[in-house]
């Protein structure tokens, strides 16, 4: 009983022994696989980092290197542009010293004391400085040629100025030479042939001037005097016509006057009459079947109360109303005559002239109204769409 007692104390002591190992181990392992696993992804981290850093050194270096051939260009450029200006102002330079020499070679010259020598002297010694001033300014001059100008440039164009000037000199002696021959045979024979011939011709001109302008005067005259005479049998003939017309006229107006009367008076017993029977039968069917009386075309325009010429001279702006739009798309305007029939889209009630008074029209009775077309009044029937009084040009 002891002896078993013992084993199974000392298994399970046993037993807890290799527990507690096992678990003190582990820590250790854990710690070290975790230092081992960092090592390795620092080293992953810095593989992958260092194409990175190359490339990022690389644009560094490029950066530098293209900075100072910048740099270098610059002061190329800098000490090119001053060598070009340089050479540029050295023939300036040149020429500067060349005047201010020349300047004070003439200021030499020009001493107050050569004054007190004798004429000749005087002008001895000026010839030679002058001479010898002139052969030091064809000297510069070439010098500054030869620097401005190509060799090959200047010979050939002094070869065409010697061939042009050569050319030019034989021309202008020819020239002369023809002038003056010419002069002197022309001038003393010419001259005085042309003179007297001139003064031959005016004289005569003159003398047929004259003649002319008398015979003209006098015709003209004659002329005139028989136009006068022809013009005042013009007028005593027409004031003789116009007083015969005007007694027919007069005649014809009583007539007219006395007929207008008449008729008026027989318009107004019709008109009213037609009023009546209009208001009897009160539309289309009272007309058909009624006796209404004619549209007289010619009687309203002979009444003063109708005048619309003059009262559209005295209202212009009562006259414009604006533009016309046809009823239907692509009508053009064609001018219309008495007897046409229109079609009932043109003589709609938005196209009529409800007061006709205000325009200074004769009131309209039965079927007939008045109705717009573009600048032109109509009277049409609007029963069945004839056409009975026309005004061209009555808008503006």
């Known amino acids: 009983m002891d002896l078993t007692l013992l084993l199974r104390g000392s298994a399970l002591s046993a037993l807890a022994t290799a527990l507690a190992l096992a678990i003190t181990a582990t820590p250790a392992q854990a710690a070290t696989s975790a230092a081992a696993a960092s ?28 900075r100072a051939n910048r740099q270098r260009a610059r002061q190329g450029n800098r000490a090119n542009r001053g060598n070009r200006q340089r050479a540029r102002e050295a023939p300036r330079r040149q020429n500067r010293a060349n005047r201010q020499q020349r300047r004070s070679d003439v200021r030499s010259v020009r001493n107050p004391s050569e004054r007190r020598l004798a004429p000749r002297e005087r002008n001895a010694n000026r010839a030679a400085p002058r001479a010898g001033r002139a052969q030091n300014l064809r000297s510069d001059r070439r010098v500054d040629r030869g620097l401005n100008r190509r060799v090959d440039r200047q010979a050939e164009r002094a070869n065409r100025r010697g061939f042009r000037d050569g050319v ?27 003179r007297n011939e001139r003064r031959g011709d005016r004289a005569e001109n ?30 005593r003939n027409r004031a003789e016509r116009r007083g015969f017309r005007n007694g027919v006229r007069n005649e014809r107006r009583g007539n007219r006057a006395e007929n207008r009367r008449i008729r008026n008076r027989a318009e107004r017993r019709g008109f009213r009459a037609g009023r009546r029977a209009e208001r009897r039968f009160q539309g289309g069917r009272g007309f058909r079947n009624g006796n209404f009386r004619r549209w007289d075309r010619r009687g309203w325009r ?3 109360r109708f005048g619309w010429r003059n009262f559209r001279r005295a209202n212009r702006g009562l006259f414009r109303l604006g533009r016309y739009y046809a009823p239907f798309r692509g009508h053009f ?7 046409l029939f229109l079609d009932s889209l043109f003589f709609q009630p938005r196209f009529f002239i409800n007061d006709p008074w205000a325009f200074r029209l004769p009131p309209v009775y039965g079927p007939y109204r008045w109705v717009r077309y573009y600048d032109d009044v109509l009277l049409v029937d609007v029963y069945t769409g004839e056409v009975v009084d026309v005004i061209q040009n009555f808008f503006w």
């Open 333 to 339: 305007y064609r001018p219309l005559r008495i007897g």
């Open 206 to 235: 003159r003398r047929i001037r004259n003649r002319a302008e008398r015979r003209g005067f006098r015709d003209g005259v004659r002329n005139e005097r028989r136009g006068d005479r022809a013009e005042n049998r013009r007028i």
């Open 39 to 66: 090592s390795s992804d620092a080293s992953a981290n810095s593989a992958a980092e260092q194409p990175r850093r190359d490339r990022r050194a690389n644009r560094q270096r490029a950066r530098s290197n293209n």
């Open 168 to 194: 030019r000199n034989e021309r202008r002696g020819n020239r002369a030479e023809n002038r003056a021959i010419r002069n002197r045979s022309e001038r003393r024979g010419f001259r005085d042939g042309v």
């Open 302 to 304: 002979n009444d003063r």
